[in-house]
């Protein structure tokens, strides 16, 4: 192991060797009499003029963030108007069809003689109108059988003398009601048990 120590020492005096320069003359003395000069203080109007550069950016800014604002308020009130504009779009695209399978029965039905042939004709375009509607976010509350619930239920008229078990439930529906996407926007006409 000592000699591994002497071949360490001999590797760092060689590498202290290579680092001291030659040369005293170049190597920098740092009792010199040449410090570097430190650098001049900024005069008052240099302050000031740096200052004002400053609050003319900050200003420019500001004016550009101002004017970006004012953009994207126009931008988002002009796809508000679009959107109650066009909002309807997409429920006349899903009832179009239904009109033109209408049109096409209205002249069949004036000519036609077997009333059963019309008669399913008329039901399955009522079909294609409920599934258009579902498709739209509309749908049918039910009401056979249900208990009377003011938030889906409008009682128009009162059926006594019904069984005990019929008390406070739905009797009939005069006129079906409809949500949309869970929000009830017509409430179901009905005759409730007392």
Do not use: W
């Amino acid at each position: 192991m000592s000699e591994e120590l002497k071949d360490k020492e001999e590797i760092l005096k060689d590498t202290e060797d290579q680092e001291t320069p030659e040369n005293p003359e170049t190597q920098e003395n740092p009792n010199s009499s040449e410090t570097p000069e430190p650098a001049a203080e900024p005069t008052p109007e240099e302050l000031l003029a740096l200052a004002k550069a400053e609050i003319e950016e900050l200003k420019t800014q500001a004016l550009y963030k101002q004017a970006e604002f004012e953009n994207y308020r126009k931008r988002t009130i002009k796809e508000k108007a679009d959107l109650i504009l066009n909002g309807s779009k997409s429920a006349v695209t899903a009832l179009l069809p239904i009109v033109d399978d209408l049109e096409r029965a209205l002249p069949s039905m004036k000519k036609a003689e077997d009333v059963a042939a019309v008669a399913e004709g008329v039901e399955l375009i009522y079909q294609k109108f409920l599934k258009a509607l579902e498709g739209l976010g509309v749908k049918q509350i039910d009401t056979e059988g249900k208990d009377f619930d003011v938030d889906l239920h409008e009682a128009v008229a009162q059926v006594p003398g019904v069984p005990d078990e019929q008390k406070g439930r739905v009797i009939d529906c005069v006129e079906k009601g409809y949500t949309l996407n869970d929000h009830v926007i017509r409430h179901a006409k009905v005759a409730v048990g007392m």
